[in-house]
């Protein structure tokens, strides 16, 4: 086709500058605001590794990254599982189930904030009705985010109340991609319901499980506006992942240089995560 | 190898009736075609068979059991898909496998029995490939292939050969029908291709509507078809229909053209004139028509025509001269002519 | 007569009854918020001592919280929300779908580097270049301002990858023949492939505005300032400022999230269905 060089240069101009400004540019920022002493008003000197040494040596640092690794380890493999649980008792036609999935992915809409200050509200140590309905059920009234061995539990069901449905749709979309006649196959070769789910079902599942898996990580890594909105990394430094912690560095403690070196960090494991979830994107026919 | 009867069965999905009452006896080691238009619930059959659809009504029994209300695992059936519906997570021996393993068949017995049926099917050096490398044929092959293995009672088939193209089609077809002959196992092929169920079939089942038009052997129906349905179905190019009126031991075309007819016929009865495009000859003292579109395919010529201003088709085991426009007699071989009642259709 | 196949009776009461369960979790707080907002002040909150399931019924129902928003700075936090998120639905259709474009219907040099950079900036979730990007807004002085809030907003990958997608599904035949017909490349993009793709508009147009919606970090780093917060982070703010009008809290929360959750409703269907393709493909 006939078109002059520039043609889609001036197409892609818009769109690619912002990326290059408010996406790409930021990483090297980091980067580079990561070698330097910068406070708040903006004064800036070279540091070298300074920041990094600090860092390193700090152990509100490692008490941060074990809260966000911990943090990890639990809610990753909970969503998958609660989304998987989902997409199987979704997938099915039957009456009234358009009922369910629309109620299941509604949180989706609801802004994090929103959520936040939502189950600010539901779990009021005084007012709210779930400590009512505890009380009433003889179990008694919970902290919940008010003490420091309740608070990670409080957020990772807060985030899981939000997310789960979010997921299940990128997993019944797999299941909807698994064709019905090899289910059927499956069934005439004599696989019990129990045998198609883990011999035929589950495998067919590992790659959009992957993905849920890689994509959640990569979100949950960052957590932020429900520690801000409920514990403000407490109570006792108990939810202080590392989010809040680049954060707090910035806006409490003026060191913005330890903000941007934690920054680099976190972007540096997504780095990985991205890498996982280009892999991942390839056909199965490449791989095998 | 085992007997299979239905009777009487029926399948609604909501109010829509896809089979009407269907009474079908399949003897042990038959190889029997489903043919039909779209629709025409040929397919729902197969999957009642199968046991992948429960039925709304009647009976289905394989070897002299009712396996009615049995799922697809009580029913010791293979079946082959249209689209395969091949394993993609496994290799083509541990497709072929698959069954064998759920029975909890020893992994040495497995191993030698999927060698052997893979042996007999030349996939001997595909075992250890994934179907995502595979050609359609050699799915087509790996999925005959794991209907064979465990040496059902029943082997089902639901348009296996569709996916393929022509030529590869033609291969098949073959292989499958010699597979038939070595195996004996009762089989029972769903296609729409009418050729496809000419060719392999000990007998055909002709399926319209959810109903059984007719059923006999393939040149039994060719032949004697027992309804202009069944006889416009069978045969490519398809048979011809005039439709005229009895007078005076004639067929009178609304033009006046008249058609040699077998007697027996009412006067003044409407009537379709049937007669197949192979069995039509240009001389003699025939009934006029006029050629429109002549087409030479090498060995045969295909003319279009028309007599009495309805369109018909003459198919000539030779080459011919002719050209659009020019006027022709025809005659029509007097004893494969086609007599159907014109509102009911069936033959008379 | 039975299907053979049709799960067991049990097997089904124990799939709707897990189902009613977790559909309860996941509906009851945002039922509660909703009646609760639309009870009297005084029964907003029962204590939890003396806590009864009949107290979760208002005993009328009313409008007075809402009414008592209009002396909030609810109307304020409202009003930048909707600029801000007209102008990045606006701005951003625009942008990302003449990037689109370009990646359908052009070849050039580097366009795959360029198209998997494309794809990495939207697996990179926002939140991790958020302190650093404001570093820069700051040296840029654009804090506390609108346009912290929308320009960085508008390039999205995400979106120039939906847009991609479907311009590569049309036939470059009704480019060309454009183009033999004297078309400028400016036209074909507005009159001919930007028309066709009015359910891409549809869904970038909702991923867009959800992204706005569903932000926090960078609202309340780039733009706390009360005359630019928007509505999530003007009731966080209340919330932790231990304010206690509890009826305006209430009431705003509950705007907040039906204006969210209405146009998600609407057009689920076609959201879902690219934001599905968008992961797996």
Redesign the interface.
Known sequence: MNYSRWTPFLFLAPALAGLAVFRFAPIVVAGAGSFSGMTLTGALEFAGLENYRWLLTDPAFWDSLRITLIFNLIINPLQLALAFLLAMLIFQPGRGIWVYRTLLVLPMAVSTGLSAVLFKLVLDPNLGPLNGILEWAGIGAQPFYRAAEQAMGTLIGIATWKGAGYWMLFLLAGLHAI?A??Q?????????PW?RFR??TL??M?RPMAFVLVADTAINFLFFAPVYILTGGGPNGATSVLMFEAYRSAFTFSDIGRALAISSFLLAILAVIIVLEFRLMRS??DR? | MSTMSVRSLTKSFGRTEILRGIDLDVAAGEFVALVGPSGCGKSTLLRLI????????GRIEIGGRDV??????GRD???V???Y?????LTVGANMG??LK??GTPKRKIDAMVREAAAVLGLDALLER?P??LSGGQRQRVATG?AIVRNPALFLFDEPLSNLDAKLRVEMRTQIKALHQRLQVTTIYVTHDQIEAMTMADRVVVMRAGRIEQQGAPLELYDRPANAFVAGFLGSPSMNFLEGRIEGGAVALADGTRLPAPGGAAEGRRVLWGMRPEDIEIGGEGMPAQVEVVEPTGPDTQLAVRIGGQAATVLLRRRAVLHPGEQIRLSPAAERIHLFDAETGSRL | ??????PSPLMAMLRYGLLSVLAFCVAAPLAWLCLASLSPQSEIFQPVSDFSWSGLIPSRLTLENYRALMQTDFPMAAKNSAIVALATVVCGLVVNAMAGFAFAAFDFRGKTLLFVLVVASFMMPFEAIVLPLYVMIRAFGWVNSYQALIVPEIANGMIIFLFRQFFASIPKDYYEAARIDGASWGYIFLRIALPLSWPTVATASLMLFLAQWDSFFWPVVAASDPDYAVIQVAIARNINFEQTNWGGLFSSTNLAIVLGTIPFLLTQRLYVRSLVAGGIK
């Open positions: 064709p006649s090899v059927e196959a499956a069934m005439i070769d004599g696989a019990t045998q011999l035929v495998p067919l590992r199965p026919e095998r | 199968a046991g992948l659809e429960g039925a709304s009504g009615t209300r049995l799922p697809p695992k059936v293979a079946m898909f249209q689209n519906a091949l394993y993609p997570h698959f069954s759920l029975r994934y995502g490398q794991r | 007569m039975t299907d053979p196949l049709a």
